[in-house]
């Protein structure tokens, strides 16, 4: 509009200021509440909830905490030790009443999870006490396999093997001390744990040293527990005794390591601009003269993966036997298949044993061993209490752009090759 200015009628276009040569009218000299929006406050690039960053100090994930103990049930164990094959994918119908998604297919991610039966070799009874649990004492089977001997020993074809050898003399008069043993552990122990091992020959990850772990004994009173757990010894337990198709688990384990990072890879910060002095993935300000210390909650480069982490219900979409020679056939989808997609699975091999598909991704590479634990909590969300029927089980090869479910498929579709006739 136009202003007064010594009684004379000016427009505003024409006024400037006098050490600028931009009219008054520019957007530079708007009032502040007619300033565009410039952003001060950002949420922070990575959570603080993991800190410390650093390489986990147990290669299989540890169970910090066992579901709640429910002595109405029957003695059960709470967790397995499952091997990380690699991942697929399938077709489902969605039940989920006022869904949009409701009785319409859907193609979900899942993990194949390889886990033969655990031996189980020991139990372990404890004492509750004001700092927590203490161990009473330890009861071992009489007859150990040398895959779990192995765990014993930095190195075992240098040793002379003689773990155990005088603990089985324990057995010889009828087993007096182990029953003295056991009878302790009904005395005087509140919470009763059984050692399982792996059967790490029956898979092929290059390892023959098993891994050992203790898995809690829920349900029923204590002498029941102590009862359930002597009677498993030198047994195998197979996963459906512990989990069953349709049921929630969570999955402990450790990341993929990736060494040493810096902070664009490790915290997501920004990247600086183009032209920045000594390098532009990094922390423009690792903070202000006083506090006069680098605070905790600046990103700084370091050690990125290898790290512990429990996630939490996890739905279990299968449970295949491994004896059975098509255990990736579905009602709906009636070839002769196995779960190994064409080609085996990548860096992996053949699942040759019992197998898990879990919903969605898993922590770690594959080979490594994951622990899985039945949920802390009772489960009652929809997603927890819907039944699974799965349509289709993706075998395509997982290396290249996968078109046959089988190698029959691709023989009959390519016809004879050279490599064939050869």
């Excluded at 059984?194 to 002498?223: C, F, P, S, W, Y």
């Excluded at 688990?249 to 664009?264: A, L, N, P, R, S």
């Amino acid at each position: 509009g136009a202003s007064a200015v010594d009684g004379r009628r000016v427009h505003e276009a024409s006024l400037r200021c006098p050490i600028s040569p931009l009219p008054l009218s520019s957007p530079v000299y708007r009032r502040r509440s007619q300033m565009s929006h410039r952003k001060f406050e950002r949420p922070r690039h990575g959570s603080l909830g993991f800190l410390p960053r650093k390489r986990a100090s147990r290669h299989r994930g540890k169970v910090k905490s066992f579901p709640k103990d429910d002595r109405s049930k029957a003695p059960h164990l709470t967790a397995f030790l499952a091997y990380k094959a690699g991942m697929t994918h399938i077709l489902r119908d969605v039940d989920k009443p006022g869904s949009k998604a409701h009785k319409k297919e859907v193609v979900e991610a899942v993990t194949v999870l390889e886990a033969p039966p655990m031996v189980v070799v020991g139990m372990v009874g404890y004492v509750e006490t004001a700092k927590g649990l203490r161990a009473l004492t330890t009861v071992w089977a009489e007859h150990l396999n040398d895959e779990v001997k192995r765990r014993f020993y930095k190195n075992w074809y240098r040793s002379k093997k003689k773990a155990f050898t005088n603990y089985v003399k324990k057995y010889a008069d009828g087993q007096k001390d182990i029953n003295a043993e056991l009878e302790r552990i009904k005395q005087y122990c509140q919470c009763v744990r059984v050692l399982a091992h792996t059967q790490i020959r029956k898979i092929k990850v290059g390892q023959k040293k098993a891994h050992l772990m203790e898995i809690q004994v829920n349900g029923g009173d204590l002498a029941a527990k102590v009862d359930f757990a002597a009677q498993m010894f030198e047994k195998q337990v197979p996963v459906d005794a512990v989990f069953a198709k349709d049921e929630m688990c969570d999955v402990i384990g450790v990341t993929k390591g990736h060494g040493y990072e810096g902070v664009t890879t490790r915290w997501g910060c920004s990247r600086l601009p183009r032209k920045t002095h000594r390098g532009l993935r990094k922390v423009a300000c690792i903070g202000a003269w006083h506090p006069a210390k680098v605070q905790y909650s600046v990103p700084r480069a370091g050690q990125n993966g290898y790290h512990h982490r429990t996630e939490m219900n996890k739905k279990i979409y299968k449970i295949g036997k491994g004896a059975e020679e098509n255990n990736a056939t579905t009602e709906f989808d009636l070839t002769e298949k196995s779960i190994n997609p064409v080609g085996g699975f990548p860096h992996y091999g053949l699942v040759r044993e019992d197998y898990l598909l879990l919903k969605g991704c898993v922590v770690g590479p594959r080979k490594r061993v994951v622990t899985l634990r039945k949920p802390l909590f009772e489960q009652t969300q929809r997603n927890a209490v819907e039944e699974v029927t799965l349509k289709f089980i993706d075998t395509s090869s997982k290396f290249g752009h996968g078109r046959f479910q089988t190698l029959e498929e691709k023989d009959k579709f390519m016809g004879m090759r050279k490599k064939a006739s050869i």
